[in-house]
């Protein structure tokens, strides 16, 4: 397995691995303790490669972004899938939570950005 984008929760309780099985089409998020490494949870349903993976700044959410056109968010204590906002016309080559986490932004390899509320998938 290869790696595509690391990143850490606020509290350094948890890594996100953005992973790809070199055997499989599919790409998973790998939720890791980051002081032993055990694996916590694997989050699948990206159909293409991940480009970036991020949390919300209080740490309940991760997003990730993929070549799929799609940006997921993750409840990443219970592992579950919980909000997919509408598609981009092309790949996500980006993302970013605001400071206080009400709002994402992401850009598309078509020069586009959009600006979502996280918790409702809806677009400003």
Known sequence: ???????????????????????????????????????LQCLKGHKSHITATAFSPDGKLLASASEDRTVRLWDPAAGEHVQQPEEHSLPVSSFTFSPDGKLLASTSWDGGARLWIPSTGEQV
Do not use: H, I, N, Y
Not at 17 to 34: I, K, N, Q, Y
């Open 1 to 39: 397995m290869c790696s595509s984008d690391l990143t850490l929760s606020p509290d350094s309780k948890l890594m996100a691995l953005a992973e790809r099985d070199s055997g499989d089409l599919w790409t998973f998020v790998d939720l890791r303790d980051p002081m032993t490494g055990k694996q």
